[in-house]
């Protein structure tokens, strides 16, 4: 048996992991507090729309995918005083006017006709996004300062691709026709605009660039 | 999206036939209402003569009535905001929507996002059941006294309707039919619905204890919520399908019940609208044949 007393190495030879970030701790909540307005958002209105889809696998599909969302708000609401926010309301907040315009925009379909709008504003365009925006903030926070928004980060981020694919292939089933293509394309391409307006999940700088902001 | 979605446009595809709850009960199939001599008991059970049948009606029952709670719980996730949700008291203002009623803790917005979880998989378990029973989608009719229950614009009313009254009589029924999946030797289906039965058991939970603690400095609200849960109780007591009395279909499950946070109290009002609504069937009945043996003697 090896000896229990001779000193090893703080970090074995496989943890790579590095000290420095690219966030801050004011940068890192308020990025927080967008990804826990915006998951909040998703959650309501798939809820909303359960009723609104005629579609019974699409039905309880939307119940289940609300869940995941409100479980996401919650990770990041119980983050939020962990980052010195005791106030998590106060951080619960849209990037900016665009990110508002967008949710509106993609709430607006509620006929039964128009599941397909639903779907493709959620999983073409704001679930993309939320996949950016974590990606990003995984792979460029301290890795070990901040490790428990990154554990949380993963949980989610498996989530969101889970139901990414889910929801694309409910999108595949449902659209038949050239008509619908260009229904499901047109309502993409309008919701994608707002969203670039915005900057993405957490404004500007969401997947780095311009406003990326923090300390390294 | 609205804020409150009327019942009357509940989406549904075309296998789905909706009517009112006195059509369904007048349904030749409802386990009350039959031509042949009166049953000593009527609880649904296997040695009964038209089990199989009652059996799947109910389960197309708890299908169409899970697809309801999941529409309701979905748009309590959606219809109210919390508290501190300045962009959305924005929205709500500008559609002079907003009100004081309307906003709800968010912690109980999470509890109903949970909840729709549940119920989108007790829809999933109550169609792969209904297959296994040998029934169909569309089979019997679905009435939507459940959604209208989640139609309230006061958070705490539907939760006093959906979470205790309704999910109360969910318990009520889980229990029935996972006694009668053990009496008729089928553990696939006692084995559903017992997972289905501690689910419901945490909805009643989460109603009465929201029901408590946001109407806890407000009596009035918690009296009005506790009269609305009443008169749900009272109308899925409708011809008394559920009491504790052999000759209806469904028992009261007095111990979940306790479990899901009613006091003796509660259950002993239930237990009596219950038997109440089962004598006025009863008499009821009784009336609609001396009409028809007069109308034949005449």
Redesign the interface.
Known sequence: MADPYKPRAPFAPWDRRELPGLFDVEESARRIGNYKWAEMKLFEALGGWVATVPELDVKMRLGTHCYKHAWHAELWHKRLPELREMNPERLTQPANDAMVRFVEAMTEPEAPEQTIEKLVGVYRVFIPHFIAAYTFHKNNTSQITDAPTIRSLQFILQDEFDDWCDGEMLIQSLIETPEEIDRASAHQARLEKLMVEAGGIAGPGSIGGAGAGGAA | ??KF?PVE?????SRFNQVTMRDRMADPRSALVKDEPRQKSNRLVPSRPDASAAARGLMHGIFVGE?QA??G???????FR??????RRA?DDSHGEDSFADTVP?AL??D???Q??D???H??IS?KLSDWMGSE?GEFAENTVL?QAACSTDPILRLAGVNRALEGLAIDVFTTMKEFGDLAGDPYLEFCEDWMLADEVTHVKMGSDWLRRVTEHDPDRRKKALEFQSVVDKLFSYGGTRSDSQESPIGLARRFRELAGFTDDEVEDIAEVSLAALEERKASVARMQATAREFAAS
């Open positions: 999206m609205r979605f446009e509940l989406a549904r595809d697809i999941l529409e719980a979905g748009r309590t996730c959606h219809d919390t508290a501190g949700d300045s962009a929205q968010f917005k999470l109903m996002a949970r729709a979880w119920e989108a998989r829809v999933e169609v989608i959604f």
